[in-house]
């Protein structure tokens, strides 16, 4: 009996200390996903990264184009080739002429397919990083202005998993953003285009 009344006693205890702990304990939310998307830096990422595939799309055109043009001469070739108008020897030179080119037609996709593949693997790096040095900004803020409130936890409301009910009161959001972007170009007040490979907040 003397035992059963001292674990009893203990249970109290703890279950007492436990609800202190959680009454000093404040909770803060913020909206991952908002923070990131209205995250000035987010727009100029987003510009930089269009920018630069608008550069690749260039540079694929005008290889595109020299293809094109390889193509045509390619049909010319054979035509001259089978021109019974001029000599067998000249038809010859054109029949090895076409030759030639059909194969500098083979490396020319060769080449421009690689360099596809290369853009689309340079871009998706490039979104990767920015993404992550955003990331890691914005988390840095959050935590600055958990501890400038006092908050011991800050919960990401803009994931269902993990938030079942948020309150306005503790929510950081608002302030984070305006934190954020109290350096932003006056010029940044629409949102930049969106590119094909977006940017990924990992969230």
Do not use: C, H, W
Request: proline letters at 2%; charged letters at 25%; hydrophobic letters at 40%.
């Amino acid at each position: 009996m003397k035992n059963l009344r001292y674990i009893i006693l203990t249970i109290a205890l703890l279950a007492a200390a436990v609800g202190s702990a959680n009454a000093d304990t404040k909770v803060a939310t913020v909206d991952m996903k908002k923070l990131f998307n209205g995250y000035y830096k987010t727009k100029l990422a987003q510009t930089s990264l269009e920018s630069r595939k608008t550069e690749l799309r260039k540079e694929i055109k005008d290889m595109a184009d020299g293809l094109d043009k390889a193509q045509a001469d390619y049909k010319e070739l054979l035509n001259q080739a089978g021109d019974q108008a001029i000599s067998s020897d000249e038809r010859a030179k054109r029949q090895q002429a076409a030759t030639d080119k059909a194969k500098e037609i083979a490396n020319s996709k060769a080449a421009i397919e690689q360099f596809q593949r290369q853009a689309e693997a340079q871009l998706a790096d490039q979104s990767q990083r920015m993404s992550a040095n955003l990331v890691a900004e914005i988390q840095k803020a959050v935590a600055d202005k958990a501890k400038a409130g006092g908050y011991l936890d800050v919960l990401n409301s803009g994931t269902t998993e993990v938030v079942v009910y948020a309150g306005a009161d503790n929510d950081l959001t608002t302030a984070v953003l305006a934190q954020l972007n109290a350096g932003a170009p006056v010029d940044l007040t629409t949102p930049a285009p969106g590119v094909p490979l977006n940017i990924s907040t990992n969230l």
